[in-house]
């Protein structure tokens, strides 16, 4: 009975981890990518450049860089190396880099 146990605890917490990455995952909506692209066109930012900072969704943006926001769309904005970068404000994580 032991012996079977093992497994389907492993089993259930590879499940649980799964449901965890997921939920973590931001899904930008193709309205919101349209909102954001017409509104980083009306209103170009200058791109700046971070060293050591990788632009991939998860990788956080320091303090030092002044995030922007687009109306009515939760995540705020900045351009580095001439990328869009979609940024969650309250964690500073990307979201989304729009080429």
């Known amino acids: 009975m032991k012996i079977h146990l093992v497994p389907a605890a492993a089993g259930l917490a590879l499940l649980a981890g799964i449901g965890v990455a997921t939920a973590d995952q931001v899904i930008i909506t193709p309205e919101q990518q349209t909102v954001v692209r017409e509104y980083v066109q009306k209103h170009p930012l200058a791109s700046i450049s971070l060293l050591g900072v990788e632009l991939n969704v998860g990788s956080t943006l320091p303090d030092t860089v002044e995030l922007h926001e687009v109306p009515d769309v939760e995540y705020r904005y900045v351009v580095v190396d001439d ?10 994580r990307i979201v989304q880099v729009i080429d």
């Open 83 to 92: 990328r869009t970068v979609l940024v969650d404000p309250g964690t500073r």
